[in-house]
């Protein structure tokens, strides 16, 4: 897979200027999910010698943990425990939620809300002790459901997060957090980055157990196919709904992009590659050679019918969107799913 583009060299020319040396202290809270321990090997190669990794699960069910990081097992709803993971910390990354694909977060709003407590604990503690850089992971759950009613969706530009209508639960709590950054800056100052992730995808991460999302998913139902020679599939909904799905590497090179720039507001970080869901097994039966017989589960969580990111802005900022193409991730998806499939 290619490796990410431009940087270090992104790093130096903004990081270095702004006072921030490689020794300074980061904090990755969520570091034990699918996107925060790719952050996190991503600032290791990058040359971050000062890296505090936080997670509410334990270590052994962290994705990806590394011995050159602190590791710490803390829930950060309480603030007593967002103290200490703040301690020193120059930079922040917030990645952590209560969260997972559709199917989680349609039946647990409740525990997707509880996940404010985060936000605002860390970013209260983030003011006082003027960190340098704060990052604030939103999603694309933040936009108007009534401009996602048609699967021929051209694009949700950032300004389309209102008037508001999230979705519930999870996006509202992701809108609020938003404007909790956006005040932050205003009335103090924290200089703060949000970007709003659309349907992150790639190896290492959950494709079971009830919150992954639809490209593991498919991926996972696709290759249990493939070595049970029970060649059906299950899909939710009846596969018309549209979506874009961004890749691990795409995401992680859109967050550095906005760490290291100068941008407030909230920015799409998506592929605008937008496909159905019809589409997506298409892919992953060709990926895996096979061909399989369709059920539709037309009662199952489908979210939203249409759904892709407008990279107007992002282009326009930073002469960049994300580029890597759904077949090629997926092909490195599905490879991964497979093994740990067949090692089982």
């Given amino acids: 897979m290619r490796v990410l583009r431009q940087i270090i060299d992104i790093y130096q020319k903004y990081y270095y200027n702004l006072g921030v040396v490689k020794s300074d202290r980061i904090l990755v809270a969520g570091a034990g999910g699918f996107i ?11 040359g971050f010698t000062n890296i505090v990794a936080v997670d509410i699960k334990e270590f052994s069910n962290w994705y990806q ?46 525990l997707c809300m509880l996940s404010v407590l985060i936000n605002t604990n860390l970013i209260d503690i983030a003011k006082n002790q003027n960190v340098n850089r704060y990052f604030y992971a939103s999603s694309a759950c933040v936009y108007n459901q009534k401009m996602q009613l048609d699967p021929r969706n051209l694009g949700l530009k950032e300004s389309d997060a209102y008037p508001a209508d999230p979705e ?39 494709f079971d157990g009830g919150r992954e999302k639809a490209p593991a998913a498919i991926c ?44 407030e507001l909230p920015l799409n970080i998506g592929s605008s590659e937008e496909v159905s869901i019809n ?10 050679g096979i061909k399989l017989a369709r059920k539709y589960l037309l009662d199952a969580p489908k979210g939203v019918r249409g759904r892709n990111s407008d990279n107007t802005l992002i282009k326009q900022i930073f002469d960049w ?20 499939l067949s090692s089982n």
């Fill in 65 to 110: 943990i590394f011995d050159q990081t602190t590791n710490h097992v803390l829930d950060l709803r309480s603030s007593e425990n967002c103290l200490k993971a703040m301690e020193g910390v120059k930079i922040v990354y917030n990645l952590a939620a209560d969260m997972g694909g559709m199917g989680f977060i349609e039946k647990n709003k409740a």
């Fill in 279 to 288: 589409q997506l097994v298409d892919i992953v039966e060709d990926i895996a």
């Fill in 36 to 46: 925060g321990g790719w952050l996190v090997r991503d600032l290791l190669n990058k």
């Fill in 168 to 206: 519930d639960g999870y996006g509202w709590e992701k809108l609020f957090s938003e404007r909790m950054c956006n005040h932050y800056y205003q009335d103090f100052g924290l200089e703060v980055r949000v970007g709003r992730f659309h349907n992150v995808y790639g190896p290492r991460g959950t």
């Fill in 321 to 340: 969107e994300p580029s890597i193409k759904l077949k090629e991730g997926l092909t490195e998806t599905y490879n991964w799913i497979f093994q740990e």
């Fill in 220 to 263: 996972r139902k696709v290759a249990k196919a493939f070595l049970s020679g029970n060649h059906e599939i299950e899909i939710w909904g009846d596969g018309e709904q549209t979506r874009s799905f961004t890749y691990i590497e795409d995401t992680i090179h859109g967050v550095s992009l906005m760490m290291a720039g100068r941008y």
